[in-house]
C-alpha cells in the first residue's frame, strides 16, 4: 500500500536557526512528492514538487526539500526560519489509483512552532 | 487559496438535516476533488472528479454525496446518514495527470447544531 508517514507531530525551532520537517513515503513505481502549508483555519497552500531530475527541490518563502531515493525521504528544509513560518506542513504523494486516475495520499501533518 | 472559492466560510448543521457545501474554480482545471480534515488524521479524500458528469468515491464517501454538472462547479452535500459531519472541509482541483499541481479552496467549517 502506499503511504506517506510524518513522524514528529511536532517541531520547534529558534527563529533564524534552521529547520527541518520529516517526511518518507512508500509508493511502487516512481514517486511524485510535494509539500504544503496550511495556516489557521485557511486552505492548503503549495509550496514544492519533486518530479524528476535534482534531489534538491526549491520552493516558495525560502524553502527546499531533499529527495533521497535510498531512505525514501523527502524532508523539508529552511536555512533561516522565521516566525511567520508557524504553521502545518503536509506531505503528500501522487498516487495511481487502479481506474487509471490519480490521488493525493497526504501525511498527518507536522506542526512548526518557530520561537522568537 | 488560487482561482477555487468555497461557501459558506462557516455552515451549522441541525440534526437530520442535509447541508450542501459550495466549491467553484475558474483556474479550468479538469480534475476536483473534496478532503475532509480532522485533527491530527490529516486529509481524507471524500470524492473526486476528473471530468464532467463522471465522479467517483474516495476513502470515506459514506454519508456524502456530489455532482458535477459544471466543469467549474463540484458541491459536496452532506446528508443525514454522515452521523459525525464536524470537520474542515476541502476542495481541491487540478489539471489530470501525474505531475499536476493540486490547488486548494480556503475551506469551509461544518459544525453541527
Known amino acids: 500500500a502506499q503511504s506517506v508517514a510524518q513522524p514528529e507531530d511536532q517541531v520547534n525551532v529558534a527563529e533564524g536557526n534552521p529547520l527541518t520537517v520529516k517526511c518518507t513515503y512508500s509508493v511502487s513505481g516512481n514517486p511524485y512528492l510535494f509539500w504544503y502549508v496550511q495556516y489557521p483555519n485557511r486552505g492548503l497552500q503549495f509550496l514544492l514538487k519533486y518530479i524528476t531530475g535534482d534531489n534538491l527541490v526549491k520552493g516558495s518563502y525560502g524553502f527546499e526539500a531533499e529527495f533521497n531515493k535510498s531512505q525514501t525521504s523527502f524532508h523539508l528544509k529552511k536555512p533561516s526560519a522565521l516566525v511567520s513560518d508557524s504553521a502545518l506542513y503536509f506531505c503528500?504523494?501522487?498516487?495511481?489509483?487502479?481506474?487509471?486516475?490519480?490521488?493525493?495520499?497526504f501525511g498527518t501533518g507536522t506542526r512548526l512552532k518557530v520561537l522568537a | 487559496d488560487g482561482g477555487i472559492t468555497q461557501s459558506p466560510k462557516y455552515l451549522f448543521r441541525k440534526e437530520g438535516q442535509n447541508v450542501t457545501l459550495s466549491c467553484e474554480q475558474n483556474l479550468n482545471h479538469d480534475a476536483m476533488y473534496w478532503y475532509r480534515q480532522d485533527p491530527g488524521q490529516g486529509l481524507r479524500l471524500i470524492y473526486y472528479s476528473q471530468i464532467v458528469n463522471d465522479f467517483q468515491k474516495g476513502d470515506i464517501a459514506e454519508g456524502y454525496s456530489v455532482s458535477r454538472e459544471k466543469k467549474e462547479s463540484f458541491p459536496l452535500t452532506v446528508t443525514s446518514a454522515q452521523k459525525n459531519p464536524t470537520a474542515f472541509y476541502l476542495c481541491a482541483s487540478s489539471f489530470p495527470g501525474r505531475q499536476e499541481t493540486q490547488y486548494f479552496g480556503p475551506g469551509t467549517r461544518l459544525l453541527v447544531l
Open positions: 503528500a504523494v501522487r498516487s495511481l489509483l487502479f481506474s487509471g486516475t490519480y490521488k493525493y495520499i
